[in-house]
Nanobody, 122 residues
Framework: QVQLVESGGGLVQAGGSMRLSCAAS????????MGWFRQAPGKEREFVAA????????DYADSVKGRFTISRDNAKNTVYLQMNHMKPEDTATYSC???????????????WGQGTQVTVSS
């Protein structure tokens, strides 16, 4: 069974850093593009970042560009999201996803993790 498990969430102060991990199993990891999405209470899920199968191309939402970095280690079946200079607006549940295209829409992703909570205090 395909599983995506996020970890690394928690509480961080504004201006601080946090690294999220997403461990995948049950699928040929290197054949999938990976993405990160987030959802705050009362808000729609929004795109954060995406990365192609071999990690050669990345894409970021304007709100996180320059602060967040997505990367992957195919040998470890893991995708990461490094978050720096964090803001209270980054508070959300962060989910990773696997799909056939590193796009900004959830429609491109077939598998989703349960999510990890990230809270940024001011």
């Amino acid at each position: 069974q395909v599983q995506l498990v996020e970890s690394g969430g928690g509480l961080v102060q504004a201006g601080g850093s946090m690294r999220l991990s997403c461990a995948a199993s049950g699928l040929p990891f290197s054949s999938y593009a990976m993405g990160w999405f987030r959802q705050a209470p009362g808000k729609e899920r929004e795109f954060v970042a995406a990365i192609t199968r071999n990690g050669g191309v990345t894409d970021y939402a304007d709100s996180v560009k320059g602060r967040f970095t997505i990367s992957r280690d195919n040998a470890k079946n893991t995708v990461y999201l490094q978050m720096n200079h964090m803001k209270p607006e980054d508070t959300a549940t962060y989910s990773c996803a696997a799909g056939g295209y590193a796009g900004r829409s959830p429609r491109y992703y077939n598998y989703w993790g349960q999510g990890t909570q990230v809270t940024v205090s001011s």
